[in-house]
């Protein structure tokens, strides 16, 4: 069983930065691609950043340029860089990680941590 765990959220005013971090244990993590998601109450739980097994990434384009995603394999390790911050960054922020197996994806998530951007 693969669990992720992640860390770092917290307040923040308006353009400050924070970075969140998700450790994995129980699979080979260099096998996985990577994900950040973020999900409000009342709304769809959406794609915020992610990363491939060879380190190609991909981002939601409200937050291109302000966030970036990395992965750390010796460390079991995915970051998300978060500068810049908005209001509308405001959200719970979720670990992802999926293989394929088959014909079919495996996918595991974190319990989440919370962002607050407010002055």
């Known amino acids: 069983q693969v669990q992720l765990v992640e860390s770092g959220g917290g307040l923040v005013q308006p353009g400050g930065s924070l970075r969140l971090s998700c450790v994995a244990s129980g699979g080979i993590f260099s096998l996985y691609g990577l994900h950040w998601y973020r999900q409000v109450p009342g709304k769809q739980r959406e794609l915020v950043a992610g990363?491939?097994?060879?380190?190609?990434?991909n981002y939601a384009d409200s937050v291109k340029g302000r966030l970036t995603i990395s992965r750390d394999n010796a460390k079991n390790t995915v970051y998300l860089q978060m500068n810049s911050l908005k209001p509308e960054d405001t959200a719970n922020y979720y670990c992802?990680?999926?293989?394929?197996?088959?014909?079919?994806?495996?996918?595991?998530w974190g319990k989440g941590t919370l962002v607050t951007v407010s002055s």
């Open positions: 992802h990680a999926g293989r394929i197996a088959g014909d079919a994806v495996v996918d595991y």
């Open positions: 990363i491939s097994v060879n380190g190609n990434t």
